[in-house]
C-alpha cells in the first residue's frame, strides 16, 4: 500500500472501492490475527497517522467483503494502533552515491521517493503501551562492531551520519492479560540493487545482526533516546517483518538470517522445524528461477521465504501457516488476479504467515 506519490495511499483509501485493497482486507478478516504488522504502508514518515490506516480500517476492515468468494469475510477492528517513525524517504543533508547532488530517493537514510514511503504499522486487538517503546531508528551504522558498510563507496562525511535501520528497528510492547509481549519488528532493505559494493546486501546482513544484537542486549547498542538497551533476558518477544532474508536461495547473504532462525531464544520449532509456517499454494507457484528451498515455505512470489513471525522460546505456540491458496481453495481469489494469475497487482507480491500462541 505505498506509492511513489505523497498522499496517493491516503486518496485511495477514502472510499471502498479499490478492489486490491479490499482483497488484502479480505485475507486480514480471514485469518484475523489479534496483532498484525503491515510493511510498505506509507504515512507520515515522523509516525502518526495521516488518515491513511484510520481509512484502511473503518473503510475495508470494518466491512464485510465479498471479494468473489461465496461467503463473505466478516468485519474485524483494531482498537490499538501505532504508526513509527522511518528513515525512508527522509532526505539526508550529505550526499551518499556521490553524484554532487542531496535528491531523492538515493540520498534517504532509508530508500524512498518521500518521507514515509515504504514505512510499516502494527495494528493489534490488544493494548500497547508506547510510553515503553524502544527505536533504534537512529543508530549509526558505523557504530556497529564489525560492521559491514562499504567504506569505500561512502565519504567519510556520509559515514559520520548513515543510518543503519532503512526503515526503523522497534521493540514495542503489547499487554496481553498480565503478560507484555514485546513486538520486535523491522524492514531490512532487500539484497539488491546495488553495484559491485554491495552496499544494499552488506545492510541488509547489518540489520538482521542488529535484530540478533538487540535480542542479546549487546553492550555497544544505543536506542533512540539515548540509552543502552536492548531486550532483557526475562523479555518475551516476537520478531515480525519481511526481513527480505532466504537462509537458502535468493542474493542475500545467508549468515545473518541463519543466525536468528537458530538463536537460542527463538522458538526453534517456528523458526526451522515441524512448526516452521507453511502452505499448499506455494507448491503451485510458477518460479522461473531454480530454488533449493521448499516450496511450502515460500512467502514471497519469486520462491522464496521472506517474511517471518519468530516468538521467543517461552511461547507456546499452537501453529503455524502461510496464507496461500492453492487452485481448489475458495480463497484463492484473493491472491489471483480476473484472469488466475498470480501477480504483485492483485494484491500482494507477498503471503501472510501467521502464527498462534498461547498466554
Not at 144 to 169: D, I, T, W
Not at 170 to 193: E, K
Not at 264 to 273: E, L, M, P, T
Request: proline content about 6%.
Amino acid at each position: 500500500m505505498s506509492h511513489s506519490t505523497a498522499g496517493q495511499i491516503l486518496a485511495q483509501t477514502a472510499s471502498p472501492v479499490t478492489e486490491r485493497f479490499k482483497k488484502i482486507a479480505a485475507i486480514i478478516q480471514h485469518v484475523r490475527p489479534d496483532i498484525l504488522l503491515l510493511c510498505e504502508f506509507d504515512h507520515h514518515g515522523d509516525g502518526g497517522d495521516d488518515g491513511a490506516l484510520d481509512n484502511f480500517c473503518r473503510h475495508y476492515l470494518a466491512v464485510a467483503q465479498q471479494s468473489n468468494l461465496d461467503e463473505q469475510t466478516l468485519p474485524i477492528d483494531y482498537p490499538y494502533r501505532y504508526l513509527p517513525p522511518s528513515n525512508t524517504g527522509l532526505l539526508s543533508e550529505v550526499d551518499f552515491n556521490g553524484d554532487n547532488q542531496c535528491t531523492l530517493p538515493e540520498d534517504g537514510y532509508g530508500f524512498g521517493d518521500h518521507h514515509g514511503h515504504y514505512g510499516f504499522v502494527i495494528l493489534s486487538r490488544y493494548p500497547i503501551d508506547e510510553s515503553q517503546l524502544r527505536s533504534w531508528q537512529h543508530f549509526l551504522w558505523r557504530d556497529m562492531p564489525g560492521n559491514q558498510m562499504p567504506a569505500a563507496y561512502y565519504s567519510a562525511e556520509a559515514q559520520k551520519v548513515f543510518r543503519l535501520s532503512s526503515k526503523n528497528h522497534i521493540s514495542l510492547p503489547v499487554v496481553v492479560g498480565d503478560r507484555t509481549l514485546q513486538l520486535l519488528c523491522c524492514h531490512p532493505t532487500p539484497p539488491v540493487f546495488d553495484g559491485e559494493e554491495k552496499r544494499n546486501l552488506r545492510r541488509n546482513h547489518d540489520e538482521l545482526r542488529l535484530l540478533v544484537d538487540i535480542i542479546d542486549n549487546a553492550d555497544y547498542l544505543y536506542d533512540d533516546k539515548g540509552v543502552q538497551t536492548g531486550l532483557a533476558s526475562t523479555d518475551s518477544f516476537i520478531v515480525m517483518g519481511d526481513l527480505n532474508a532466504d537462509p537458502v536461495d535468493g542474493d542475500g547473504s545467508k549468515s545473518a538470517i541463519k543466525q536468528l532462525l537458530h538463536h537460542a531464544r527463538v522458538n526453534r520449532s517456528v523458526s526451522c522445524g515441524k512448526k516452521t509456517p507453511k502452505s499448499v499454494g506455494g507448491r503451485f507457484a510458477r518460479i522461473w528461477q531454480p530454488r533449493n528451498g521448499r516450496a511450502s515455505e515460500w512467502t514471497h512470489l519469486s520462491g522464496l521465504r521472506l517474511d517471518y513471525v519468530l516468538p521467543s522460546h517461552d511461547l507456546r505456540v499452537l501453529k503455524s501457516g502461510v496464507f496461500w491458496p492453492d487452485r481448489k481453495d475458495p480463497m484463492r481469489p484473493l491472491v489471483v488476479d480476473e484472469k488466475g494469475r498470480e501477480r504483485a497487482q492483485a494484491g500482494s507480491d507477498h503471503r501472510m504467515v501467521w502464527v498462534d500462541i498461547r498466554i
